[in-house]
DNA sequence: AGTTCCGGGCTACTATCATTAGCTTTTGGG
DNA sequence: CCCAAAAGCTAATGATAGTAGCCCGGAACT
């Protein structure tokens, strides 16, 4: 019988599969060895453990926001580039919120989740470059950001918004009011 | 032999020094029985299953902090209030990591779940009374409190902020961001 | 073409945990 | 004093992570 050609990525791209159709919490060995049509065993030959492997699969997912969100900001500035910055960000864990729950939420051990959490950093830093703050103010500003984007598209994902009321509108005011507080020319 | 002498309310208690002292990722019935003193099949007595021992501790979590937040802005209004309820908020936390991360983060399935959740959101509703908010307006102020609230306080329970920068000044940035946006007569 | 050898996959096994079944014993109310 | 319900226990099952060691497929090299 042919072999299943199995590599590292592989098996991380098929834990995503898993984690996308069966939440993150479905995220086994087990799981992931059936939908690679091996055993489980199999998979300690491209991955060390399954802490490794949820590491690596918040690591893709990182790298994975970090390219989208930044596409989505590049040749823009200002207002323009933050506003358009938190619709991607909400846009992408609307479509895959699990994705989203598989980031790490503890501190990043691993280098390569430093490397990826670094990149995706950079483009909150990046599209508050140009309002003219100086470095402190830049770190707080982007702290300020990620917290409200975090903050709001959690809570989202959840379920934990339960009324009614228009949530486009709750993120456009959460937008506006960071927005105002940079310094406009 | 004597008996233990659990009930349910014990159990939760005993889950609760488990996350506390190890994290959320070590409750489990076999730690939560060894700490009882008890054999693990015996506190099906007490909780169905370990399902319904997550929900009963995010219960009483969200209970607590209800309470506890409840207590800090009482006698309290406008500004004051909410910086109050956002200080204390974050200080729970900085207290109690592993308790917030045991708060339930998909939808409140079990109806005890939705009444502690209730509780908590009465007071985030309360202390945005008096601003002369009408009834949308007012929806959607609680909603943005929440994710700032809580998205700069589990970013940081999780150590997602490295940089040597003062937290207490972001986080006193993100609460004036959102008292500017409040009406001020 | 034949041979080698390494890596990928397998089976078998162990340990931990959740959960169920069914037995024993404490204990509080008649 | 008795007895039934509650509370605990042991034993057993099934899922999962992880380890050890075997075997074979196939690329590389004569």
Redesign the pocket.
């Known amino acids: 019988?042919?072999?299943?050609?199995?590599?590292t990525s592989a098996v991380v791209s098929a834990a995503l599969d898993v984690v996308d159709e069966q939440g993150i919490g479905a995220l086994?060995?087990?799981?992931v060895a059936a939908r690679t049509?091996?055993?489980?065993?199999?998979l300690?030959?491209?991955v060390g453990?399954?802490?490794e492997l949820r590491d690596l699969v918040g690591v893709r997912v990182m790298t994975e926001m970090a390219e989208h969100f930044g596409d989505a900001v590049i040749g823009r500035s200002g207002d323009d580039a933050v506003t358009v910055l938190m619709h991607t960000y909400r846009d992408y864990v609307r479509e895959h919120p699990a994705r989203y729950a598989a980031m790490p939420t503890d501190p990043l051990h691993d280098p390569a989740l430093v490397e990826a959490g670094t990149r995706l950093l950079n483009v909150f830093v990046a599209v508050l470059r140009g309002y003219g703050l100086d470095h402190s103010a830049a770190i707080h500003a982007t702290r300020c950001l990620r917290a409200i984007g975090h903050g709001f598209v959690s809570i989202e994902a959840g379920g934990g918004f339960r009324l009614a009321e228009d949530l486009d509108e709750t993120y456009e005011q959460l937008i506006r009011m960071f927005v105002a507080s940079l310094p406009h020319p």
Not at 1 to 7: D, F
Not at 28 to 31: G, I, M, N, P, Y
Not at 37 to 42: K, L
């Open positions: 019988m042919p072999r299943a050609g199995l590599s086994t060995l087990a799981a049509g091996v055993a489980t065993p199999s300690y030959k491209h453990n399954i802490a």
